[in-house]
């Protein structure tokens, strides 16, 4: 629909929008991959993005989306046996004003968490390798800016959860090029 593809192997391609491969325009928004920080507080860390969807809420507009590692022993818990990731969706606080790539690198350095609004909009858990999980993030950021995902649970958190786990579940198995149900 929006010109991008992912092959059997899983590979994304098709137009990255202005900014290259980690930057995303689309018709409801904006998707910015941003870099792992360095540091034993981001060790877990997949991949994480930058989302700013202006039509989402009226009172906020940005999220981080996120991807982890589970390990025994720190959070976040693992929700089932076996899983190994967790991508995590977080509405951010707009008290502090708007954020970009600089400010989303400060709070990375300082340590101190982002400030987020809580309950945390979406936390789902996988079996996957890294590579799949950055995939399926890309994918999922890109989903938002092209308004396919969207990133607010306050109007109806149930229906929108269940079209996440449903559409991340799905968009998993296609990466891994495993059959799914429609």
Known sequence: M????VDAAGAVTGPAGPGGAG????LYGQAIRLPVPPGAAAAETVCWWLLTAPQAHPLWSQYALCCVRLRDGLPPVRQY??????LLLVALDPGPGRYDEAAMAGYAEAGNGLPYLVPVNIAEQFIATDDEMTRLAELAARAVANGLLWPETADAPGLVRA???ESLVKTLAHIRGEVHAR
């Open 2 to 5: 929006f010109g991008v593809r």
């Open 23 to 26: 930057r995303f325009d689309g």
């Open 81 to 86: 046996i076996g899983t190994t990731h967790e």
């Open 163 to 165: 079209s996440w786990r």
